[in-house]
Structure formats: structure tokens, C-alpha cells
């Protein structure tokens, strides 16, 4: 029994980790594929040279999917009713955070 509660705690803290670097890495991504141009030269328009293939939003949709699935296993397999209540506060958290970085 000693070894199962093992297990579970440490796919927790494996949800909980990958919550934190999923949301780092979706901060430190910039809000545009050529901002740094417009930071480097403020004369420049990221708008004119901005490429229409989509792909970075669909990486970053992954990267908030595969960040929130693990937090909504929690939710759906824990029994202690603050811890459902800490990863449906970090679901919300995460789709805040996508919404403001769009």
C-alpha cells in the first residue's frame, strides 16, 4: 500500500511540475514571431512582415493542452476536495494566461 500512495504522489508533483515549466515556457514566449524586431527597430511593423502558417498558435495550443490535461487528472482522480479546488484554480490560471498572451 506504502508503494502505491508512492506512485501517486509522485505523478502529483510530476503534474504540478510540468503545470510550472509549461507556463514558463508559454510566458517567455513573445507575443509575436518577429517582436524582437519591433523591440530592436520601433520603425518596424511586425504586422508587415508577419507570416500567415499559423503553426505558433498551434504549438502553443499543444503546449496549453498538454499543460492542463495533467492538472484535470487530478481533478478527476483525487479524493481531497482543496486539492481538486488547487488544480481548477491552476486550469483557470493557464487559460488566463493564454488568453492574455494572445
Not at 36 to 49: A, V
Request: proline letters at 3%; hydrophobic letters at 50%; a positive charge.
Amino acid at each position: 500500500m506504502m508503494r502505491v500512495e508512492r506512485i501517486k504522489l509522485l505523478g502529483r508533483l510530476a503534474a504540478y511540475v510540468s503545470f510550472a515549466c509549461g507556463m514558463l515556457i508559454l510566458i517567455s514566449l513573445p507575443s509575436s514571431k518577429y517582436g524582437w524586431m519591433h523591440e530592436l527597430d520601433p520603425s518596424t511593423s511586425t504586422s508587415e512582415i508577419e507570416d500567415g502558417s499559423g503553426n505558433r498558435a498551434i504549438v502553443i495550443l499543444v503546449l496549453v493542452v498538454a499543460t492542463i490535461l495533467p492538472q484535470i487528472a487530478i481533478v478527476m482522480t483525487t479524493k481531497s476536495s482543496s486539492e481538486r479546488l488547487i488544480s481548477l484554480g491552476l486550469v483557470l490560471l493557464a487559460a488566463l494566461i493564454w488568453m492574455l498572451s494572445r
